[in-house]
Every structure is written in C-alpha cells, then in structure tokens.
C-alpha cells in the first residue's frame, strides 16, 4: 500500500512534467493526485496499514487503545496542513486580485515611458533592470508579461525580440529570488517560517544581483544586441493608451503588494493577513476613482474589481493545492525510523541525502538544476518537510535562490519561462543553444557570490 501512494505520486509528478506533450492543464493531474494520496492515506490509515506521524513529531496509530483519539490526531493532522496550505492560497489571491486590478485600469502603461532606448544594448539593460525590480515586487511571472507586452511595441523583429524576451526570464527569475513576495517559491518559504522577510532579502540581494547582472554583461558583447533599437512606427491613441487612474492606481496597487512585509513585522500576524488587508485598499481605491471623464454606469463594471477577480488563473491556485497536498501525505506518511525515531517519508529522504552527499551546498545546487527540468514549486514545498533547519538558515536562503534561478536554465523551467515561451514562441532547442549557456553562468555566478558570502560574512 506504502509503495502505490508513492507510485500515485510519482506520476502525477510525470504528468505535470509532461504538461505541454499531453496537452493537460497540469493543475488536472496535480488535483488527482493530492486528493488521491489523501484518500490512500485515509484507507490506509484506518485498516492499520500505515502510521502517520504530525507536525510535533507525534505518531498515530489506528490499533492504538484509544482508537478515537488516534482518528482525531489524523483528522488535526489533515487540517494543520490545509491551515498552512490556505495561507499560501490567499495570499496569491490577494496578490494576483492587485495585480489584475492595475492592469484593468492600464497601470502598467505607465512603464513604458521609461522604455526610450537609443540603442539595443541600451534597451537590454533597461529591459533587464526593470524586470529585476518589478518581479520583486509584483512576482516573476507577472514582470515577464508586463515586459514583453511592452517590448512588442518596441521592437518589429521577431528574431531580435525572443533574445530579449529570454534575457527577461533570466532577470525577472533573479529578481524575484530576493524577495518573499517575488515568486512563488520565496512566497512560501516566508509564509511557512523558514525565512524572513528582512533575512531573505539581506542574504540574496547580492547573489541574486549577480545572476542577473554577469549574463547580460556577457550578453552585450554579442550580435543580436548591436546597433540601434528600431521601434516600431504606431499611432497611439493616447485616451486608449491612458486612464485616469492609470498612475493612481499602479502606485496604490505595488505600495500595496510592497507593504506585506511591513505589515507583518509591525503585527507579527501571517502574511495573508497583510495581503487581504492591502487588496481591501485597492479595491476601495478603485470603487471611487474614476478612469474616465463622466463614465457612464453601465461601463463602470469594465474596471470593477470584479471583473479583475474573473481575470485571475484560478487553475494556478488549484495546482498549488494539489501539490501542497501531496507533498503534505508524503509528510505525514511515516515511512521508516532514523536513529530510532519514526519519520515521515520526506524527512527519511533528506537523511539518506545528506548521508550520501555530505554537502548541504552541492544538494542545493542540484535541487536548482533540476528546477529546470521539475517545476520548483513541489520541489520547495518537499524541502519544508525535509529538513528542520532554523529560520533564516543559510541552507533556506540557497535553496530559495537556486530553486528561483535555476529555473532559468531551460524555457521550461519556471513560470516566467513558459510565459514567455507561448508569448513569444520562444523554440526549446533555440534556447538551450543560444540562452542556455548564460542563464549556466548567471546561475552558477550567484551561487558561488551566495557561498562566498556566506562563508566570509555570515558564519
């Protein structure tokens, strides 16, 4: 029984990998499989099968004398997970309810009159720094479409736009390693303990900088990056271009987004919390301004939050709650003993791991690599239960920056990544052979700034 929830797990894992070949929304498998290794779990629990140990390291067993005591301890077992899992789903809610809120009110235009490029290498910086900064604040994913939107008003060519659209993915994924609210990964780490918001930021800045910065030093030297940036000739109706309250609310949304973290540190209450707090000043924000001159009412639903509710990618949020349950049934699902001690399954892992390879630095560095080719999010969401490593530890912040990063070594390794992919048409093989080797060496510069740091400053 043991090994088919491990089997059920395994290829919901492959059918999530093999989104695009199935042509399967990858939140179908990954609902399917939380749901069913629960229900394993559950039937497996009750006939005596398995064991399940809970997040103070308590063990329950159904032929124990007190059975109802035991049912009760797997049942708060069950809702100390979805508590923990609600909190990542509500806090990517409230954020993505801003971000839509902006964009309905044409926010993000604003943007585009710091994009005034003279030459190419000029526009790949400009293009870069913002995506670095933006996706700290409003996420990777979110700076990606911004920008490309942007960059199709910019340049004709689609043979020089993939190059700046790949360079794009390897900013905004370094940009949003640095911050807690700057990608999904990070968002979770901080919302579950392991990191600060102060800590993440102080620690991987500075790699993250770099990861960033040394591809597109390296980028400036090659071809597709000479001579001028042609843009493109467009007559742009300014009114159409332009609302009202464009500039209000792209300010109100990111100091929004931007004072979470504040909020928590002056409360100490979950981040969720600050995130409902601040969409609830955006939204009655947006009730009051007005995006036009004597809008009618019947056009007033068209930049109602409502209708940037209906925008939100709720299949996103469903595939987080499937893998965030999987990955919690692996957790509690008691699999062998270390040290005498009963451990769920993902902490056994780790310690076989760390006994095979004895440095925490080259483990992180893999979970990064093969962040390209498995998505980061159940790979992050593994580790929380695999390790007990303190808050704000070294081995959180690598992993943090690794899982963001590394993600960049392929299109298809991150969110931002697959984005630009299908914005783009961006080609596999064209990336791996021309986008590959920079995203290697921007990954690899970080992680070696990370370890030197951390080595000459931190210990």
Not at 4 to 20: P, Q, S
Not at 125 to 146: E, K, P, R
Not at 169 to 187: E, F, L
Request: hydrophobic share 55%.
């Amino acid at each position: 029984m043991t090994s088919l929830l491990i089997f059920t797990f395994v290829m919901g894992y492959l059918a999530i990998t093999l989104e695009h070949p199935l042509k399967l929304d990858k939140a179908v498998p990954a609902l399917l499989m939380g749901t069913l290794m629960w229900a394993l779990l559950a039937v497996g629990f009750n006939q005596g099968w398995f064991s399940i140990v809970d997040y103070h390291g308590h063990i329950f067993q159904i032929d124990q004398p007190d059975t109802d005591a035991q049912l009760y301890g797997f049942k708060a077992n069950l809702m100390h997970h979805f508590s923990s899992i609600g909190e990542i789903l509500f806090f990517l809610i409230g954020a993505m309810t801003i971000v839509e809120i902006i964009d309905l009110h044409r926010g993000f235009g604003i943007i585009k009159k710091v994009i005034k490029p003279k030459s190419k290498v000029k526009l790949l910086w400009i293009l870069g720094a913002l995506a670095f900064v933006l996706s700290a604040i409003i996420d990777n994913l979110t700076a990606t479409i911004i920008l490309i939107t942007l960059l199709r008003k910019i340049l004709v060519r689609h043979q020089y736009r993939v190059w700046y659209a790949s360079m794009i993915i390897i900013a905004a994924n370094a940009g949003g390693a640095w911050s807690p609210i700057g990608d999904v990964t990070t968002t979770m780490l901080w919302i579950g303990g392991k990191v600060t918001a102060l800590g993440l930021s102080e620690y991987l800045i500075v790699p993250s900088l770099v990861c960033f910065v040394v591809p597109f030093f390296i980028a400036t030297k090659l071809k597709p990056f000479k001579g001028k940036a042609m843009r493109k000739e467009m007559i742009i109706d300014e009114e159409a271009e332009r609302l009202l309250s464009s500039k209000t609310m792209l300010y109100v949304g990111l100091a929004g987004i931007a004072f979470v973290p504040i909020f928590k540190g002056v409360t100490g209450l979950p981040p969720y919390l600050g995130m409902m707090f601040s969409l609830g000043v955006v939204w009655l924000v947006s009730e009051y301004v007005r995006p036009v001159k004597n809008l009618p009412k019947k056009q007033k639903h068209l930049y109602s939050t409502h209708k940037a509710l209906s925008k939100i990618e709720f299949s996103s949020i469903l595939f987080f709650l499937g893998i965030l349950l999987s990955v919690a049934a692996l957790e509690s699902l008691v699999y062998g003993s270390i040290g005498g001690e009963e451990v769920g399954t993902l902490r056994y892992v780790a310690e076989k791991v760390s006994a095979a390879i004895p440095n925490m630095d080259v483990v992180v560095l893999l979970l990064g690599a093969l962040s390209a080719l498995i998505d980061n999010v159940p790979m992050v969401a593994a580790t929380m239960g695999m390790y007990t490593f303190e808050t704000d530890s070294p081995i959180w912040h690598f992993i943090a920056f690794s899982a963001g990063t590394g993600g960049s070594l392929l299109v298809i390794g991150s969110a931002a990544g697959v984005a630009a992919m299908g914005m783009e048409k961006i080609d596999f093989i064209w990336y791996l052979k021309k986008i590959a080797w920079l995203a290697a060496i921007g990954f690899i510069s970080g992680a070696l700034t990370f370890i030197f740091i951390e080595q000459f400053f931190y210990s």
